[in-house]
């Protein structure tokens, strides 16, 4: 069976800087994937060129179709991106923001908000709150239920650790695991944070400017020399 | 404890408009008062209400745009003129008012969709200045289309509302300018109902104040754009179709002073709010009635002046406006 994302050669630049030079890469059905490396990798350009909000050269597929790099086409295909600075409309209620998280879905959605509190019970007291107000750990939490309402085949994560206390980090990557295992959402997650990223992910890569420099089951990664002393600092 | 700290930022937000609020709740006082005491006092409020409603309308058109595509249009008050130029030749067609109402409404509606995609789209991703030149651009187009259409002498459209004027305790109150008030009110209440509570409204809220985060959730942000512009033609529109009557000749200038009270009235009220824009349009309509009436240096030629005038010592005050913000944003 095909998989349900695929990378061939994917590049991309921001005017004259090339960010992104040929990336293979591929997501499983039910699979999660970590993308590790450090700042100025690429990691959230290959996520950017992905969801459409860059241009792009190479071949992106999604269930075997070619994916339009469009960004509002893509979310309407199944795939939630949950960009750099979380994508939280700061000026509208926590309500509104769950309801545009539904936006490219018809019909009632009674029953989301309802599985929404049960992973945020918190949700329902600030639902008429300014999204803006949250504190950054609830902001990442209403990201994560934002694209949680889209009802995603493929989440894109941008960094979710960045900002955040070690606890919330933890609570972030259960609530991704938590996704994966009973909505079935396949996650492709770029991280800093490669402790926590190595323990959730099935298959990892590591990119070094802009090209893949190492990829494979994120439990040999994890016992990789180069990868140990780079990422893991031990 | 922690709960009560979470809550403060809001509180504080609410907090910031007391001051405004105080100062128009004692406006209203002072005009009830001053309305009970004396009828020629309510006469002046009552139409300055309605000329207010009508900068309101437009000034709220301007401000639908300035969210959308941050830009003054400032064709804005020439598209409402050319669309009431449509009810015109409707109506010399043979349409009733009311239905060349409504016509006229829809035309308004495509027309300003139109105008975005046409002649604003090509240019908004490069300047704001661009997409400026643009709007000053159309306002100059428009104008000369209308006059070589229709030509620049004046023309007579039929009243909508008739001449008629009640008596309420010895004040008379035109049918006119109660039917704009009230054609205002219920086209802004719409307009509110349908940012508020609709899908649409929300993924058009979230295409202006973020393009990139609303595509990332499937908000086709383009077209939310040209949307929002054939919104703001409407409500332009409207206050063409209500201008008309309270000048009685339709022409190309129509809209020219109207915009320029418009302008003041989206500043006065913040250039960023919607409530903003209708309470500072009503503000400098019911302020210039009665300056006109009571101090008398004030004459109609002066009116756009001393509005100017009042307007830069407010926002000396208040640099935001009455209801705008400075975008706060926690990171």
């Known amino acids: 069976m095909a998989p349900l994302l695929e990378l061939t050669d994917v590049a991309a630049r921001y005017g004259p800087v090339q960010a992104l030079y040929g990336v293979t890469l591929t997501v499983g059905e039910g699979e999660i994937v970590a993308v590790l490396g450090a700042n100025g990798a690429g990691k959230t350009t290959m996520l950017r060129a992905i969801s459409g909000t860059v241009d792009r050269d190479g071949a992106v597929t999604f269930r075997g179709k070619a994916l339009p790099s469009i960004p509002d086409a893509v979310a309407h295909l199944g795939i939630a991106h949950v960009p750099e600075g979380r994508g939280t409309f700061a000026e509208l209620s926590v309500w509104e923001n769950l309801r545009l998280g539904a936006y490219t879905r018809r019909g009632a959605l009674k029953d989301d908000f309802a599985r929404v509190q049960q992973y945020f019970p918190w949700i329902e007291r600030r639902r008429s709150q300014q999204a803006g107000t949250l504190s950054g750990g609830e902001q990442q939490m209403l990201a994560l239920a934002r694209a949680f309402m889209q009802r995603p085949r493929l989440l894109l994560l941008d960094e979710p650790s960045l900002g955040l206390a070690p606890i919330l980090v933890s609570e972030v990557f259960r609530i991704v695991r938590e996704l994966n295992e009973q909505e079935g959402v396949s996650v492709l997650v770029v991280e800093q944070n490669a402790h926590i990223a190595l323990q959730v992910a099935e298959n990892a890569y590591v990119l070094e400017v802009g090209r893949v420099a190492l990829s494979g089951p994120a439990a040999d990664l994890q016992r990789h020399e180069s990868v140990r002393k780079s990422y893991l600092g031990y | ?331």
């Open chain 2, 1 to 331: 404890m922690v709960e009560l700290a979470r809550r403060l930022p809001t509180r504080t937000r609410a907090l910031r408009v007391g001051p405004v609020f105080l100062f128009l709740a004692a406006s209203c006082v002072f005009l009830l008062i001053g309305s009970l005491e004396s009828t020629v006092f309510a006469q002046q409020t009552v139409s300055g209400v309605a000329l207010g409603a009508v900068y309101g309308s437009l000034a709220l058109a301007l401000v639908l745009i300035y969210r959308a595509t941050e830009v003054i249009n400032f064709a804005q008050g020439e598209m409402a003129m050319a669309t009431t130029y449509v009810a015109y030749q409707l109506m010399l067609w043979g349409l009733s008012y009311w239905e060349a109402f409504f016509i006229t409404l829809a035309v308004a509606f495509a027309f300003g969709g139109v105008v975005q995609l046409v002649f604003i789209r090509p240019v908004q991703h490069k300047s704001v200045i661009a997409v400026v030149i643009v709007t000053v651009g159309l306002f100059i187009l428009i104008d000369g289309l209308v006059a070589w259409k229709w030509g620049a002498d004046l023309k007579f459209m039929p009243a909508p509302f008739g001449n008629h004027v009640y008596k309420v305790g010895g004040v008379a109150v035109s049918r006119q300018d109660l039917g704009t008030i009230a054609i205002t009110l219920v086209s802004v209440a719409l307009l509110w109902a349908l940012f508020r509570f609709t899908k649409l409204g929300l993924g058009m809220r979230a295409a202006a104040l973020r393009p990139a985060s609303a595509a990332l959730v499937g908000v086709r942000v383009e077209r939310m754009l040209a949307i929002g512009w054939g919104l703001a033609a409407v409500l332009g529109a409207v206050a063409g179709l209500m201008t008309e009557p309270a000048v009685f000749v339709l022409q190309p200038t129509l809209m020219q002073p109207i915009l320029l009270y418009g302008f003041a009235a989206a500043v006065l009220g913040g250039l960023d709010s919607p409530v903003g824009a209708v309470v500072g349009g009503v503000a400098i309509g019911v302020f210039l009635n009665l300056v006109g009436q009571y101090v008398h240096f004030v004459t109609s030629e002066v009116r756009l002046p001393v509005a100017f005038a009042v307007l830069l010592f407010v926002l000396l005050i208040k640099p935001t406006g009455l209801f705008g913000r400075r975008r706060l944003r926690k990171v």
